[in-house]
């Protein structure tokens, strides 16, 4: 019914589906070993975080008898707007001071142009005061060869 071929294709799938069988066997087997310590440590961290959770609603209260004690009661609603104002002043701050580094760096640039554009003044001037002496000198001159001298 089937030839040779064919059933050593049918056998290499065969032993192929079985390596997969053998291989998915064996991880499961590991996951199952995991599994346990694993849990354990789920069950403690759990345990853990309920402690942690427990702690900070009993310190929540302690500073709400304290709040109270010194005349600072604060309802959630308060809280929550404090915390929102914060967060908003906090970002506000952040931008200002970016704003500020901005205006700084522009300030300072500005101080380099201004402080190049006096020295390239000085020099025009100077070199005005040295063209208007040189023109001083030069119409005494031309006045001397105009005026006829005496002889």
Same mark, same amino acid.
């Given at each position: 019914?089937?030839?040779?071929?064919? @059933?050593?294709? #049918?056998?290499?799938? #065969?032993?192929?589906?079985?390596?997969? #069988?053998?291989?998915?066997?064996?991880?499961?087997?590991?996951?199952?070993?995991? @599994?346990?310590?694993?849990?354990?440590?789920?069950? +403690?961290?759990?345990?853990?975080?309920?402690?942690?959770?427990?702690?900070?609603?009993?310190?929540?209260?302690?500073?709400?008898?304290?709040?109270?004690?010194?005349?600072?009661?604060?309802?959630?609603?308060?809280?929550?707007?404090?915390?929102?104002?914060?967060?908003?002043?906090?970002?506000?701050?952040?931008?200002?001071?970016?704003?500020?580094?901005?205006?700084?760096? /522009? +300030?300072?640039? #500005? +101080?380099?142009?201004?402080?190049?554009?006096?020295?390239?003044? /000085?020099?025009?001037?100077?070199?005005?005061?040295?063209?208007?002496?040189?023109?001083?000198?030069?119409?005494?001159?031309?006045?001397?060869?105009?005026?006829?001298?005496?002889?």
């Amino acid at each position: 019914m089937f030839q040779r071929p064919e @059933l050593d294709e #049918i056998q290499a799938r #065969i032993d192929h589906a079985t390596r997969k #069988i053998t291989k998915t066997e064996s991880l499961h087997d590991k996951a199952q070993r995991d @599994l346990e310590p694993a849990q354990t440590k789920l069950n +403690q961290l759990n345990k853990d975080l309920a402690a942690v959770q427990r702690a900070l609603e009993q310190h929540q209260q302690e500073q709400r008898e304290v709040q109270h004690l010194q005349g600072f009661d604060l309802n959630d609603v308060d809280v929550d707007e404090y915390r929102t104002l914060r967060g908003q002043a906090n970002s506000t701050a952040v931008t200002e001071r970016a704003e500020l580094n901005t205006r700084m760096h /522009e +300030q300072t640039a #500005i +101080q380099d142009k201004l402080v190049a554009a006096q020295d390239s003044l /000085e020099v025009a001037q100077r070199k005005l005061d040295r063209l208007q002496a040189e023109e001083a000198i030069l119409l005494d001159r031309k006045n001397e060869v105009s005026t006829p001298r005496p002889s």
